[in-house]
């Protein structure tokens, strides 16, 4: 039977991570219901379901390090294919070295594995519409302030307060204290926007983020 709800596809081509992904995600985000529709080793076949609507999953988690068919090409391929399934691109190495890539290659952000609690986070935006289903690429990442102030940047509520507290000035450490969290939580949270911004750093971040805000000011 199909499922209503956010039908999600993943491939990484470690088994380990491939089952425990699924089992997390089939468990702890069945709430929501958001259920893994299928899970392959290979690119390849990640794109041949992604093709069949049978098996078209409504968002997937793509692991940046893969050898048949690496990630890049594999987001790309997908995208080409389908260009409404929402596509998050993931790695267990630095942020930084496959930021590029991913945007470059049509994914929504770049997700760390070890951070689960973004990746659900995520998962669950996307389901309740706060992600579009495709995002931009890198080579339109530009930042434009009208399409900023029509809503089409997809931030979650929380990514929302931490950048509304760091354009005050205030330290990620200042923002932890402040909301309760830790600093590394908060670091996690203005990395995501940096991606979802399509801007290097936190820097540019904030004077986006604060073109943005300004009418509400």
Avoid at 31 to 46: E, L, Q, Y
Avoid at 189 to 195: E, G, L, N
Wanted: glycine letters at 6%; hydrophobic letters at 40%; proline letters at 2%.
């Amino acid at each position: 039977m199909m499922n209503s709800g956010l039908r999600v596809g993943i491939v990484d081509d470690d088994p380990m991570t491939l089952a425990a992904l699924r089992t997390l995600i089939n468990g702890r985000l069945r709430k929501h219901d958001i259920c893994v529709i299928w899970a392959t080793r290979s690119g390849t076949v990640a794109v041949d379901r992604c093709v069949a609507v049978a098996t078209r999953p409504d968002a997937v988690l793509v692991d940046m390090g893969m050898d048949d068919v690496d990630g890049e090409e594999t987001c790309r391929r997908i995208r080409h294919v389908c260009e409404r399934i929402t596509i998050f691109a993931m790695t267990a190495h630095s942020l930084n070295h496959y930021r590029d890539a991913a945007l470059r290659s049509g994914a929504c952000t770049l997700l760390d594995k070890a951070d689960i609690d973004a990746m659900e986070q995520f998962l669950i935006d996307r389901s309740q519409g706060r992600i579009p289903m495709q995002c931009r690429s890198k080579d339109s990442v530009d930042v434009q302030t009208d399409d900023h102030d029509n809503g089409s940047v997809p931030l979650s509520a929380k990514e929302i307060e931490v950048m509304d507290l760091t354009i005050t000035g205030l330290t990620a450490k200042e923002v932890a204290g402040r909301l309760g969290v830790s600093e590394s939580t908060i670091k996690t949270h203005i990395r995501h926007v940096i991606i979802k911004l399509g801007v290097r750093n936190k820097l540019q971040a904030i004077s986006v983020w604060s073109t943005i805000r300004r009418p509400l000011s």
